[in-house]
């Protein structure tokens, strides 16, 4: 696929809670993975690994009727994908750091209502402000 029509082509992954030695997302796909195999492989091999392998996502990813990327806000996105087994919506929340080529992966969740949703949307934005500020 031509550069222009991936997005963060070279990019790596950072998992926010390195540090801490925490391991949200991890704790996450590994429930998502007990639950429905098929679609934390789907995530793993389709998201997480098209960009650390510096492939890049596509481009008509953040666009369509259901798109798999949401731009919620310059550089923190949303990444989407159904489980039809449980018929659940999980959304990834990551920011992107254009400086240091990264991807920084800050929190995932099912989508279980409004309420929840906006809740993991600030926490993730709250962890992306501090990643920021300690650049």
Wanted: charged content about 35%.
């Amino acid at each position: 696929m031509p550069a222009g029509l991936l997005l963060w082509r070279g990019y790596k992954i950072y998992f926010y809670d390195k540090e801490s030695n925490r391991d949200y997302v991890g704790d996450f796909m590994v429930e998502l993975a007990e639950q429905d195999w098929r679609t934390a492989q789907e995530i793993l091999s389709g998201f997480f690994e098209r960009i650390e392998n510096g492939t890049g996502l596509p481009r008509e990813w953040i666009s369509g009727r259901s798109p798999r990327l949401k731009k919620i806000q310059d550089d923190f996105w949303e990444y989407r994908h159904r489980s039809r087994k449980l018929g659940k919506i999980i959304r990834i929340y990551f920011g992107v750091d254009e400086k240091t080529k990264s991807i920084i992966i800050l929190n995932a969740h099912f989508k279980k209502g409004r309420k929840d949703q906006n809740r993991e949307m600030k926490t993730a934005l709250k962890r992306f402000s501090r990643y920021k500020s300690r650049r």
